[in-house]
């Protein structure tokens, strides 16, 4: 091998260990591996701790570390209206944020949900893990509800993102169910 030879080598293992590193992300008791090339943001939050993941592909990753964070928790108050109805409701009067109209034999709240969610444990702490049910619509989430107790409440955390692409959803899963909890938490 020529000395050119050997130096596309070594740049081309560089590039390769470079894009496979990671580095930690800690946020309260929490300690996360991802990726080099993603961007910690940290703002401002009124009694919280908030911030965003800028991802390798400029997806945005959203936390809050607080008493207040998101549940992920979808909304059941879903109604299902058959079709044949649709002309005879009045919009001016009807609230119809989470009315869907759907064909007769349709009548399954179970298919017009956007989510999935299942859970794991680590150590006494519980995680939601939430993804979409189609790839690409809806929330990818991390959600934590109870990582202390004081008089105010309950500290919970979590993490999301909304449409993300089916490779970077199942990257974000996989570091969210890798997550660390501080032993002096547990």
């Known amino acids: 091998m020529n ?71 979808e909304p059941k108050n879903l109604k299902l209206i058959p079709k044949k109805f649709s002309n005879k409701i009045d919009s001016s009067f009807v609230d119809m944020t989470n009315i869907i109209f759907v064909e007769d034999n349709k009548l399954d709240y179970d298919l017009y949900y956007k989510q999935n969610v299942t859970f794991k444990n680590i150590g006494k702490y519980q995680l939601k893990l939430v993804f979409p049910r189609r790839p690409g619509i809806g929330i990818t989430g991390l959600h934590i509800d109870s990582l202390s107790n004081s008089l105010i409440g309950r500290m919970k955390f979590t993490i999301y993102a909304n449409n993300l692409p089916l490779e970077f959803q199942n990257q974000a899963l996989e570091i969210f169910e890798k997550v660390q909890i501080n032993k002096s938490h547990n």
């Open 3 to 73: 000395m050119l030879q050997n130096s596309i080598l070594v740049t081309a293992i560089l590039i390769l260990f470079s894009c496979n590193s990671f580095k930690k992300f800690i946020i309260g008791p929490l300690t996360f591996e991802i990726p080099n090339n993603w961007i910690i943001v940290p703002t401002n939050g009124i009694d919280s701790q908030t911030g965003y993941l800028i991802m390798g592909n400029k997806d945005t990753l959203y936390y809050d570390l607080g008493y207040y964070s998101n549940s992920l928790t």
